[in-house]
Structure formats: structure tokens, C-alpha cells
């Protein structure tokens, strides 16, 4: 009985063992890889081999022809038999308005190539970066995809998972859009925007004149601008909607108004990333004082809304300002069709970098992926989009201004759209400064910092650097390769 | 000539083998879906995980090096162990109303119901509803208002936060302990009931000489159940009530594990906490075990 009892569980154990080693050996192709240098130094020639620091692989290499690369709106799609690219990103999430602009798109470019089918697909925004990472994790899924710009792009080129715009554009179509600044490395551009957000202050007019202020007359000095927050206040008004909850309120309110106030350059941020030490630097912490003088003009419940719903609480009527967020054109077209007297303005500078008095833009737009056997269609695609009359039926759609040269600004149809224009070309370019960033600056710093400060429990901003401080030393040491990547990153 | 199997091996073979050999495919299916990823889990661990075209670099205890000096894997621990808090609260509640219920009080079957009822409706859908409740300027503060009360920012204050999870989780929680509890008393014979209330026990003594006595296995089941929610599924509380905040203090190992590997994406640091996690839970079914065995040794 023993006996058998002991084969029994000698059985079993063979079985776990056998299994162990299938799993063992299926999980196994990572380390079968060739050793990964670091990147992106020198990256794991992996099949196939990421794209910056190795030849494109054979697939996806440009096909040159007379007169042109052959590729984007050059590629003879018609030629490529039949295609069926998959495209998945976050639709009206990011943009509303824009997937009745998409499918439009679609309907076109496949009556146009009866051989080529489109999938789209959407995600949401909360789980888009598994998605991705996943994705990559398993060389399967999208031809083509959304992406913002910065890191969040850069994270899948640096992973080798993407391939850059100069791989599946014609030159003609990279020169059309100037605004591939953020996703620039390596001298290589991996996001191709399609449409940029920008990111003014909106008033709610008539509160301004209900409080006694004048309307016509933004303040123009950061003392004239907390001057009238708490003339503001003083009427019973709330001053500035924000909703911390989810901590996008905070990442907007930082990335889009305040941090950029010391920079000159993207060079600067990504410096201090890597090296540099966010407690002393002196224009970090001049942004946070200023973070901590706007506290008291805030909704006091920030904390217990979400970033939709503080904004909520400016389109209600019930605070002042709100800052702009991505999709602020269809926030101000909404008020404005509601009967609100809507105006713009810049947040007044505090500090003497490049960036203080620009607005704010970032552009957003797509990548092709590695993995894709369809680049080159993907690639036209991308480029179809950005068609001129394309361009303007994006406009149209969802109010957000085309990335591309091929739309004319001249055509911006409300006041409020040709000020923020007017703005952009005024003192030149400023981007979202968490773009230049680890996403964990942002989860456990800029959100965690500004919820503090609501709840009462950060002191000053020097405590608040502190918490930077503390998020970036971590992240250094668990990401050794980013921090490579971010010095490769220096320069672009 | 053929070669006869000798009638003990054939009877070995029809016992002892043949049952494994027909149960080996699903039991390869279940290692295949359990086993792996366990094995996967352990590797990453291990591991600074590259991506389909990074090769992973094997780098020892790193990761759990990292995380066992992270203040916030520490604070998303000692959380766990707040909510801890939750299982004796749900004990005592759920044997309290499970008593009464059994008591056939008037109406004890739609309260019954309404116990219940929580338990079964999903927890985003909780936690949202319970998010808005909440709020600075939500119904539970207007509420305490028009009554002269001022309430505190449940969600948004860091030594609030926790503590208005934790209510929510006991409400959410508690319907299955009475559930639990109810069952097993309905399945305890009468006559106990009966002796005592003939020997002239009231309802204090009845519940402490017989009632206890008799739920000690269902409350041992219930309170390992608890625990092992408490540590390793509250996920879903957080993720939509508070996301963690404010400013981390509502961070679980859960959470902590979902930000370090899909917001972080440092996929083996995320692995090294959820082989921690799964370290405790372990220790925590085998104590439930030996609980259980000892339990019943001594023949309660």
C-alpha cells in the first residue's frame, strides 16, 4: 500500500517536473535572446533588432524609388495586396468628436484601396499602457497606434516594440508636421501627431465681472493674478476648479501651467532626471512655492473629485477658471453654446524660462509597431490622415488643431481658437513638461504631491520637492537602462 | 506464448494508475493554468524584465531588495494590516445579526435579504456609488450638515481615507458571515437550543454556551476567508474609490503591485512584491489548516 502510495506521488511529482520544465522552457525565449547590451547604447540585437541602434529590419526596410522613399503617401497601396491593418488607440476618449472623423477616414482610404481593411479598435485610457506593454510582450496586436508623445512613446521605441516615422513616411510627409519635437531621438521621430492639445486658462467672464473684476483685462503679473484669485474669493466665487481624485487635476495643473515656467529647454527636465536632485534645484521648487500660494484657491473638496468632475464644477458655473485640458476646445464651444462668456488666458510668468509665457502644447498622434507586416500600408495610412482636407474635417470634428502643416490655421473658426493659435506662434514653443518625465514622477509625485497639499499635509515646497526627490532616486535604481535611454535622449 | 500479467500487477494497474492516467490531461490543463504562471511569476522576479525584443537580465534579490526598502511597499503592507481591522468587526457583526436572524425575529426573512444583498452587487459598482456618497460635499456630509455636523473629506484625507474603506468593505463584507454563520446554525440540532432554554439560559447565555461553541468552525472558515480578502483582494476597493490616494496613503500590496508593473512598468519588481504577498497568504491557508485540523481534534 505504501509502495503504491509512493509511486503515486512519485508519479505526480514527475508530472509537476515535466510541466516546470515546458514552462520553463516556453518562457524561456527571453533569456534565449542574445545577451542585451544596454540600452540603448547598445541594445539586445533581438529579433528583430530594436530599431534605433540596428539596421530596420529587412521587412521594414524603405523602399526607395525615383523621385521619393517609396513610402507614406508615396507607397503604391493599391500594389500591397490584400491588408488588413489593425489600429487600435482611444477614440473619443482623448479627443470627442473624433471617431465618427475616423471611421469617416476608414470609409475613404478602403474606397480608395478596396484591398486594404481597416480595424479599429478602442481602449481605455486607464489600462492603455498594459495594453501596450503587453503587446510588445508578445510581438502581437496593433499595426499602428495612438500614442502620446515623450516618454510614453519613447518607453515602447526604447523597447524596441515601435518604429521610427523616417521607416514608413516619405520625407515630404515628416516635413509636413514640425510638431514631432517631443518623440525626436536618436534623430528619429517615433510619433507621427495627429492633432496637438494646448493648454490655456479658461474664465468664466461673467463670474470675473460678478466678482467686480474686469473682464477685458487679464492680469499680466503673477502678484495681479493671485490679486484677483482673491478678489475672487472674496465674492464667495471659487476661484480655480480641480479634481485630484483620479491625480490627473495635478498633472495638468503642473505640467500644463506651472513647471514650465523655469525651463528653456526639454534638456533641462530630462537633466534633471537624470542627475539632478529635484530637492535644491531652484527652479523646481520656485514652481512648487507658486503650487502652494494657488492652495487656497481651489475648490476644497479637489480631493474627493476626479479631474472630470472639478472640471464639471467650472461648467456648472460654479468656479471661475478652470485649467485647460485636453479637449478644451468642445469645453469651451459647450459653455459658450450654453450662453457663458468665455475667455482665455495664460498663466502670468513667475520665472525667466523660455517656456514661461509660451502655452502649452503636445502633440498626439501614431506609431507602427515592429511587429506589423503591413508598415508600409500603415504607414500610408498615417499619412492619409493628414491629407489637407482630411486635416480640416479633423478640425471640424473635434475642434482640436491639427498637427499638421497641411491645415491651415487661418481657417480656426471661433475667436478663442485663433487667441490660443495666435499664443502658440507668439513666443514660441513650450511642451508638456511630463513628457520629459518617468511616468512614476507623475503617479507618486506630481499626483501624490498635490493631493497632500490639499489634504494639509505637505508644509511647504520644499517638503514637496522632497517627495520628488524621493520618486526619482527610486526610479534610478530600478530602471537603470531608462536612465541610459534618457541621457541617449539628451541632445535630440 | 503471451506473457500473462500476474492478477496483482493487472489490479495495480486498474487502481492505481489507470485513475491518474485518465484525470493526467485535466490535470496538465489545471498545472498549465495555475502552475505557470506561478513559475512565470517566480522568474520575473528574478528578473529585469525587457520587453519582446529587450532581452531580461537575471539580477538575483534586486527586486526584492528594492521593494523591502520602498517606505511605500511598507506603508501598502501596514494598510493591508489596517484592514485587517475589518475580519474581527465582520466576526462580531455577522454572529450578532446571524443570532437574531436565527431568532425569527418578525421580518427576518427581508432582512435576511438585505444583508445580503451587498454581496452580491460588484464592487466597482460600490466603490463608485460609495465615492460619491463620500465626497467633501456629497450626500453623507449634506446629510451630518443639515443636522450640524460638519464631516470630514472621507476620501480625500489621508487619515480618513482607510478608515471610510474599511466601512465600506464591512458593509460590502458582511452579508456572507451572516450567511456563513446562519448555515450553521440552522444545521445545529434544536435540542441544544431547547436544553438551554429549559435550563433557564437567557439570550447572552445561549449565545455564549451554545451559539459560539457551535460557530467556532464557520467563524474559523470565515475569519481565514476575511483575512485572505483583506490581504490580497481589495484591489478593486481602492483601484475606484480612491486610486490610492491621497498622496499613496490608501496604497494596499495589491495596488502597489498594478503601479509598479503596468504605470511602472518594471514588470520584476511587481513580481517580487506579489511573491511577498503570495508568501503571506500562503502562511495564511496553512495556518487555516492546522486551525482547521486542531479544530476538529478536539471535537468542536
Not at chain 1, 166 to 181: G, K, M, S, T, Y
Not at chain 1, 271 to 281: A, C, K, M
Not at chain 1, 310 to 328: C, D, H, I, K, S
Request: net charge negative; charged share 15%; with cysteine.
Amino acid at each position: 500500500m505504501k509502495g503504491t502510495r509512493r509511486l503515486a506521488i512519485a508519479a505526480a511529482l514527475a508530472l509537476l517536473t515535466v510541466l516546470l520544465a515546458v514552462a520553463a522552457a516556453c518562457g524561456g525565449s527571453e533569456e534565449a535572446a542574445p545577451p542585451a547590451a544596454e540600452p540603448p547604447a547598445e541594445p539586445a540585437p533581438a529579433e528583430p533588432p530594436p530599431p534605433a541602434e540596428s539596421e530596420p529590419a529587412a521587412e521594414s526596410e524603405p523602399a526607395e524609388t525615383a523621385g521619393g522613399s517609396g513610402l507614406g503617401s508615396e507607397f503604391d497601396v493599391a500594389s500591397a495586396g490584400d491588408v488588413n491593418l489593425k489600429l487600435w488607440w482611444l477614440g473619443d476618449l482623448e479627443a470627442p468628436g473624433i471617431e465618427a472623423w475616423m471611421d469617416q477616414m476608414i470609409q475613404d482610404f478602403q474606397t480608395e484601396y478596396p484591398n486594404v481593411t481597416i480595424e479599429a479598435t478602442t481602449y481605455d485610457t486607464n489600462t492603455w499602457i498594459q495594453t501596450q506593454q503587453t503587446a510588445c510582450q508578445s510581438k502581437t496586436g496593433a499595426d499602428l497606434w495612438y500614442n502620446w508623445s515623450g516618454t510614453w512613446s519613447l518607453e515602447l521605441a526604447w523597447k524596441g516594440c515601435t518604429v521610427p516615422n523616417e521607416e514608413v513616411l516619405a520625407p515630404a510627409d515628416i516635413e509636413a508636421n514640425a510638431n514631432v519635437q517631443e518623440t525626436i531621438w536618436d534623430g528619429k521621430g517615433w510619433v507621427l501627431p495627429l492633432y496637438r492639445f494646448v493648454y490655456p486658462i479658461v474664465v468664466n467672464l461673467d463670474l470675473i465681472e460678478q466678482a467686480g473684476l474686469d473682464p477685458n483685462t487679464p492680469p499680466a503679473t503673477w502678484e495681479e493674478w493671485t490679486a484677483a484669485l482673491a478678489e475672487i474669493k472674496a465674492a464667495g466665487i471659487t476661484p480655480i476648479a480641480l479634481g485630484l481624485k483620479d491625480g490627473f487635476g495635478g498633472e495638468i495643473a503642473a505640467a500644463g501651467q506651472l513647471e514650465k515656467q523655469w525651463v528653456n529647454q526639454p534638456d533641462d527636465i530630462k537633466q534633471l532626471v537624470i542627475d539632478g536632485d529635484f530637492s535644491t534645484d531652484p527652479g523646481w521648487n520656485a514652481w512648487l512655492e507658486k503650487m502652494f500660494e494657488l492652495q487656497p484657491y481651489f475648490n476644497d473638496d479637489a480631493n474627493s473629485l476626479t479631474f472630470a468632475e472639478g472640471l464639471a464644477l467650472w461648467q456648472n458655473g460654479e468656479t471661475a477658471m478652470v485649467f485647460g485640458a485636453p479637449g478644451v476646445q468642445s469645453v469651451i464651444k459647450a459653455a459658450q453654446d450654453a450662453g457663458v462668456n468665455v475667455g482665455l488666458m495664460r498663466m502670468p510668468p513667475f520665472d525667466d524660462g523660455e517656456w514661461a509665457e509660451s502655452l502649452v502644447q503636445t502633440g498626439q498622434g501614431f506609431q507602427v509597431t515592429q511587429w506589423s507586416e503591413n508598415k508600409e500600408v500603415a504607414g500610408a495610412f498615417m499619412a492619409f490622415l493628414q491629407e489637407p482636407e482630411n486635416a480640416a474635417a479633423l478640425y471640424e470634428a473635434t475642434g482640436n488643431f491639427p498637427a499638421t502643416s497641411n491645415w491651415d490655421p487661418a481657417s480656426a473658426s471661433s475667436p478663442t481658437d485663433q487667441q490660443m493659435l495666435e499664443w502658440l506662434g507668439e513666443k514660441g514653443d513650450a511642451y508638456w513638461a511630463a513628457n520629459y518625465t518617468p511616468v512614476d514622477l507623475d503617479v507618486n509625485g506630481t499626483f501624490v504631491v498635490f493631493q497632500k497639499m490639499m489634504a494639509g499635509e505637505l508644509a511647504d515646497a520644499a517638503a514637496a520637492a522632497q517627495v520628488y526627490q524621493d520618486v526619482i532616486e527610486k526610479w534610478r535604481e530600478a530602471n537603470p537602462g531608462t536612465v541610459e535611454n534618457f541621457q541617449s535622449w539628451l541632445g535630440s | 506464448m503471451p506473457r500473462i500479467p500476474h492478477p496483482a500487477h493487472r489490479d495495480f494497474m486498474r487502481l492505481r494508475i489507470q485513475p491518474w492516467l485518465f484525470c493526467a490531461p485535466l490535470l496538465v490543463g489545471v498545472a498549465l493554468v495555475f502552475l505557470w504562471p506561478l513559475v512565470s511569476l517566480f522568474r520575473y522576479s528574478f528578473q529585469r524584465v525587457g520587453s519582446g525584443y529587450i532581452a531580461s537580465e537575471f539580477v538575483g534579490f534586486d527586486n526584492f531588495r528594492f521593494i523591502y526598502k520602498d517606505p511605500l511597499f511598507w506603508k501598502a503592507i501596514a494598510n493591508n494590516g489596517t484592514l485587517l481591522l475589518c475580519v474581527p468587526i465582520l466576526i462580531a457583526l455577522s454572529t450578532i445579526l446571524a443570532t437574531l436572524l436565527f431568532d425569527r425575529v418578525r421580518g427576518w426573512r427581508a432582512y435576511r435579504t438585505f444583508v445580503f444583498l451587498p454581496y452580491i452587487v460588484s464592487i466597482p459598482v460600490v466603490g463608485i456609488v460609495f465615492g460619491y456618497l463620500f465626497q467633501k460635499n456629497g450626500l453623507v456630509n449634506s446629510a451630518l450638515g443639515s443636522i450640524g455636523i460638519t464631516g470630514p473629506d472621507w476620501l480625500g484625507s489621508s487619515s480618513w481615507a482607510i478608515w471610510t474603506i474599511m466601512a465600506v468593505i464591512v458593509w460590502k463584507e458582511l452579508g456572507f458571515g451572516v450567511m456563513v454563520f446562519l448555515a450553521r446554525l440552522i444545521s445545529v440540532p434544536e435540542d441544544l437550543f431547547e436544553a438551554a432554554r429549559i435550563d433557564g439560559a437567557g439570550w447572552w447565555s445561549r449565545l455564549r454556551h451554545v451559539v459560539l461553541p457551535q460557530l467556532a468552525p464557520a467563524i474559523l472558515f470565515y475569519a481565514i476567508v476575511e483575512t485572505i480578502t483583506m490581504l490580497s483582494w481589495v484591489f478593486a476597493y481602492i483601484y475606484v474609490m480612491t486610486a490610492g490616494g491621497p498622496g499613496n496613503s490608501t496604497v494596499v500590496s495589491e495596488y502597489y503591485i498594478y503601479q509598479q508593473t503596468f504605470q511602472n512598468t518594471v514588470i520584476g519588481i511587481g513580481a517580487a512584491a506579489a511573491v511577498t504577498l503570495l508568501a503571506f497568504v500562503s502562511v495564511l491557508i496553512l495556518a487555516r489548516i492546522w486551525l482547521t485540523r486542531r479544530v476538529e481534534a478536539l471535537g468542536v
